[in-house]
């Protein structure tokens, strides 16, 4: 497999175990106190320093097109743990080849070549293979070291890892424990309660339950509404004791999984209920968010005393099985493809990503595979969910997302046009039907499993499987 880019209107060829990510041209870089042949400056990439090397200058080529429409591909060294940013015109895709049709060549009196030793034709046109170890090998190439945080494969319950749902309220970033969620909560209007004092701005009718809700900002320790809002979108947790709260927010983003170490520290001027949170998750694009301690939320006064209000209309535990009807009660993520709602159990997910843009009109073939991304050291194939099960989609930019999953340590993607609401549902009727129902409302929605709907150790990705 290979990720396909244009150098100078030329086609070169990375071995996509060698690429891990690709991303645009920043808007600003950082000079360097170093003169190289190539060298741009270094860019901020997350938490890393990233050197960035013009690949057209590299192989005595040229290009008229501008550094601001240029890609960044970040190619990887695993055995040396090195890493640099290419700079190429774009990036074309990803091709899978049989080695079969390689060919090579060299030039007399001249040592190996940086690309162009191997080469292959596709659409007419010879596309020369980057040789990666070579890449490195340059004299006065600069890089940069690869760091565990961003290179270890990330593994679903691995020690001291942990899920979080990233939510936005008012420009702010909060990321609330997966394992304390009850449900997230649409867009609902709320209403005048004797409970609205302090930073409870009222109740939320849900599924039967008058749930207080709360100024986020406020019980935060992040500033206030100017004035209580008369709808809101929320997240729901359930108190230890029984009962439930929801947290205000405008909309949530992703999930994500990371180690507890990896988290930054919160600087308490950010925050004057500092003791409120874990830590810090910063994400690819540089925005951070403030990771919410559950327990320590949990047992604040103001949240345990409002949440009993709600003890007799919710069940005692949260994963209680609802008696005659199925099995327990866990959160899933339920989203929206071809126009129908379908759940993911919600622990199954390691993360969710946009979808690329060269995914965007992709067609997927017959048995759902759609293409591949890069991300976190490896290259990802992607599945379009509304393909498995038998229909067809339009995928809406600004929408679609990619739901990742994990089988052994190889991450697999599926794409679902939209995703809706962190819901609590129970497997019901036989496995083989994989369907849940929603105790609360009684409605049934069908379970999406990506393992089960596709023979993963047999796919014809052309990606060798642990």
């Not at 990233?166 to 304390?180: E, I, K, N, R, T």
């Not at 199925?326 to 129908?340: E, K």
């Not at 989609?393 to 929408?399: A, D, K, L, P, V």
């Not at 999406?448 to 596709?454: A, G, K, S, V």
């Given at each position: ?52 090397v ?46 079969s ?20 034709v596709?659409?007419?046109a ?12 340059q ?107 929801a ?36 994400d ?14 949990l ?19 949260p ?6 009807y ?67 989609t339009?995928?809406?930019?600004g ?11 190889q ?20 496995p ?6 929603r ?28």
């Amino acid at each position: 497999m290979y990720g396909l880019v244009d150098v100078g209107g030329r086609y070169l060829a990375i071995d996509a175990l060698n690429i891990r990510e690709a991303v645009p041209f920043p808007d600003s870089i950082s000079p360097l106190a170093v003169n190289l042949p190539g060298l741009l400056g270094a860019m901020i990439l997350r938490e890393d320093t990233m050197p960035l090397v013009d690949c057209a200058a590299l192989l005595g080529l040229s290009t008229e097109v501008p550094l601001s429409e240029q890609v960044v591909i970040i190619v990887i060294d695993a055995d040396r743990k090195q890493l640099l940013g290419l700079v190429v015109n774009a990036l074309q895709g990803m091709i899978s080849l049989d080695r079969s049709r390689r060919a090579e060549m060299g030039i007399v009196g001249h040592g190996p070549m940086l690309a162009g030793a191997q080469s292959f034709v596709r659409n007419g046109a010879v596309v020369s293979i980057l040789d990666p170890p070579l890449l490195f090998d340059q004299p006065s190439l600069p890089f940069a070291v690869q760091q565990d945080r961003s290179y270890a494969p990330l593994e679903t319950g691995a020690s001291g890892q942990s899920g979080y749902l990233h939510c936005g309220y008012q420009d702010v970033g909060l990321a609330f424990p997966l394992s304390d969620i009850h449900a997230t909560i649409p867009m609902v209007p709320l209403q005048d309660s004797p409970l609205a004092h302090g930073p409870c701005d009222g109740v939320i009718h849900h599924h039967g339950t008058d749930i207080p809700i709360l100024d986020s900002l406020r019980l935060f320790g992040l500033g206030g509404n100017f004035s209580r809002p008369e709808s809101s979108a929320s997240v729901a947790l359930r108190a230890p004791g029984g009962g439930l709260v929801a947290f205000e927010i405008d909309r949530f983003f992703d999930i994500v999984h990371t180690q507890t170490e990896d988290l930054l520290d919160v600087p308490r001027v950010i925050s004057g209920r500092s003791d409120l949170f874990s830590g810090i998750h910063m994400d690819e694009t540089g925005k951070h968010y403030l990771v919410i301690d559950g327990p320590s939320l949990l047992r604040e006064e103001v949240v345990v005393q409002l949440a009993s209000t709600t003890v007799n209309d919710t069940p005692d535990t949260p994963d209680d099985a609802a008696p005659g009807y199925g099995g327990p009660v866990a959160p899933y993520l339920l989203c929206r493809s071809a126009g129908n709602q379908i759940g993911c159990h919600l622990t199954d997910i390691v993360e969710i990503l946009r979808l690329p843009d060269d995914l965007l009109c992709a067609e997927a073939r017959h048995d759902g595979y759609l293409g591949t991304l890069s991300h976190r050291a490896q290259v990802i194939p992607v599945f379009s969910i509304a393909s498995l099960l038998g229909t067809t989609t339009r995928i809406e930019e600004g929408n679609a997302c990619v739901l990742l999953f994990r089988e052994g340590r190889q991450l697999f993607g599926a794409v679902a046009d939209a995703l809706e609401e962190v819901a609590r549902c129970q497997t019901f009727g036989p496995p083989e039907e994989k369907m849940l129902r929603r105790p609360e409302t009684g409605a049934f929605v069908p379970l999406f499993d990506l393992q089960t709907e596709i023979e993963i150790t047999a796919l014809d990705t052309g990606i060798a499987l642990p």
